[in-house]
Nanobody, 127 residues
Framework: QVQLVESGGASLQAGGSLRLSCATS????????MAWFRRAPGKEREGVAS???????TYADSVKGRFTISLDKIRNILFLQMNSLKPEDTAMYYC?????????????????????WGQGTQVTVSS
């Protein structure tokens, strides 16, 4: 059974750092491709970062160099470390999982490839 439970969202000022957590399971990260998405008010859901079962990562251009996705296989947690936060990073952040063979490289950060979603955690960055 796929498990995805996000936490760690907060309100903070621009320039700050935050780490989001997604509690998952061994079954999930050994069988699924995982990613973080976000949805800002009035905008479509967009991919932020993804990680394959062998640890290969992909990032959206807007977060490259600022965000890091990682998987802690001891605590079964998918992390998103966010540094140098900007007001435009304000959004609901979601953890998601996809069946690997249903994704092509161009789909790693596209929400339509993901069939499993967490409930989301809110990040608000003020200027």
């Amino acid at each position: 059974q796929v498990q995805l439970v996000e936490s760690g969202g907060a309100s903070l000022q621009a320039g700050g750092s935050l780490r989001l957590s997604c509690a998952t399971s061994v079954y999930t990260y050994t069988n699924y491709y995982m990613a973080w998405f976000r949805r800002a008010p009035g905008k479509e859901r967009e991919g932020v970062a993804s990680i394959s079962r062998n640890g290969a990562t992909t990032y959206a251009d807007s977060v490259k160099g600022r965000f890091t996705i990682s998987l802690d296989k001891i605590r079964n947690i998918l992390f998103l470390q966010m540094n140098s936060l900007k007001p435009e990073d304000t959004a609901m952040y979601y953890c998601a999982a996809a069946i690997p063979w249903r994704l092509t490289p161009t789909q790693f950060l596209r929400p339509e490839g993901y069939g499993n979603w967490g409930q989301g955690t809110q990040v608000t960055v003020s200027s």
